[in-house]
């Protein structure tokens, strides 16, 4: 089903309409195959949640949006699927923290897809895109995702990770930087690996990381530091699969019997 044929009628319109764009542009090269099983994953994970942020992802997004802040040369990382995904988003948060820098990453790497994700950063409004030829590696990594560039991930000190593979985002931390993950599965390498856990849809998460840059830009430090410091990963991670237990109980339990009739029905 293409975008033009789905009704906006349709129930799922939303997610499939965002299935077929991700077919579309993988017809087009920008996202390979297995991008489109991992957004599957993802989208059951959303599906647990309720397909609306909850209120630990709400904070952990809040406590990152702070940390980015604070970061002297923070950096976000982009592969296929974010660039499809979520261009736009990326290109508006760039332009709410101009010194954070845009890099391009790549499992299935290859010069044209880079290209193609550089292309489709600049074309959504982001002004600066590293990552299209890398520099340097990562320690530790055997894939092409330990491509980096020099003056982008490798000098940060705080990177965000949106859809990251989990031996990616474990290089990061053992390079000594501080990783924001953003990933719809708490149970994902990624999840556990990063400092800060956002288990999130992530245009929805990008743009409550916007909005959080926005509302703190003009505290005082100490007060955004304070927000930086208010979430643990361990308090989050547990808060996610509590609220997904509880969805599930509330879904599995019985529909409730209707009560005796009443005199005069």
């Known amino acids: 089903m ?28 920008l996202v390979v195959p297995e991008g489109l099983m991992a957004h599957g994953r993802g989208e059951a994970f959303d599906y647990l949640l309720g397909e609306k942020t909850t209120p630990e992802a709400a904070r ?23 660039a499809a995904l979520a261009a736009r988003e990326v290109a508006a948060l760039s332009k709410d923290l101009p010194r954070l820098t845009v890099e391009v990453n790549l499992f299935h790497r290859t010069p044209e897809r880079a290209r193609r994700v550089a292309d489709t950063l600049r074309r959504a409004g982001v002004r600066r895109v590293l990552g299209e030829r890398p520099t340097a590696r990562l320690r530790g990594l055997a894939s092409d995702r330990a491509w980096v560039d020099a003056q982008g991930i490798l000098r940060a000190d705080v990177v965000v990770v949106p859809l990251e593979d989990g031996d990616r985002a474990e290089a990061l931390v053992r390079a000594g930087k501080f990783v924001i993950a953003i990933d719809l599965n708490p149970l994902s390498r990624t999840s556990r690996r990063a400092q800060l856990p956002i288990v999130d849809e992530l245009t929805r998460a990008l743009h409550n990381l916007g909005r959080g840059v926005r509302h703190m830009r003009d505290w005082p430090r100490p007060q955004i530091l304070a927000v930086a410091h208010s979430v643990q990963a361990p308090e989050l991670l547990g808060g996610y699969l509590r609220r997904i237990r509880v969805r599930l109980d509330r879904l599995a339990a019985p529909p409730s019997q209707p009560g005796p009739p009443r005199r005069g029905d």
């Open 2 to 29: 293409t975008v033009q044929r789905i009704p906006r009628s349709h129930p799922r319109y939303r997610s499939l309409l965002v299935r077929a764009d991700l077919a579309e542009k993988m017809a087009a090269g």
């Open 60 to 82: 952990a997004e809040r406590a990152a949006a702070a940390r980015l802040l604070l970061a002297r040369r923070p950096a976000l990382s982009v592969n296929g699927n974010v």
